[in-house]
Each structure stands twice: as C-alpha cells, then as structure tokens.
C-alpha cells in the first residue's frame, strides 16, 4: 500500500473519530477536542496532497487551518467557561440557557 493510500487512509480515520466524537459526546469540552480531530484530518489532506502535486497553496492553507484551530480553541474554552459559570455543568444536555 502506498503512503499516499495511507496517509489519507490516516486522515479519514481521524475525520471519522471527530465526528463520532460529535455526535456522541454530552461533554462540551470533549465536542471541542472532536472538533479540533477534524481540523487535523483537513489539515493532513491539505499536507498530503499539497506535498503530491507540489503546491504551496495548500502548505499555506494548512497554516491558515492551524491558526483557524487555535482560535477556536482559545474562544470555544472561554465560552465553555462562561457557560459553567453560570449553569455549573458542561454538559450539553443540562444546559438551558439559551431556551426561551
């Protein structure tokens, strides 16, 4: 097999297990760790391919991915911490807040 199956075959298990991750998980922070697993699947197919076809464009957009992470770690934590400052949980089920 080659490295290039591989990779992407790396890739999809990582896309798979964020989304998994998503749509299983009543804990927001561990929503935002699958999250940030898809991110990281995207990431390593820009790499991969862009390391296949020679493009520079797609190195640059897996650094623009990685900042894009970074930022939404950083304001989904502080959105997560205002909401357990409030509700006293992070589960996502006990959290009515936004109910009108």
Do not use: W
Not at 13 to 39: H, P, Q
Not at 56 to 68: E, S
Request: proline share 1%.
């Amino acid at each position: 097999m080659s490295v290039l199956r591989q990779l992407l075959l790396l890739s999809c298990a990582l896309f798979c297990t964020g989304l998994y991750g998503i749509l299983t998980r009543r804990n927001a922070i561990g929503m935002l760790l699958s999250v940030e697993l898809i991110l990281n699947a995207a990431i390593l197919n820009f790499v991969v391919l862009g390391r296949v076809y020679g493009s520079p464009q797609a190195q640059a957009f897996a650094l623009f991915i990685i900042a894009l992470a970074a930022c939404e770690a950083a304001v989904g934590l502080a959105i997560i911490l205002g909401l357990y400052r409030t509700a006293k949980t992070v589960e996502t089920d006990r959290i009515h807040l936004l109910k009108g």
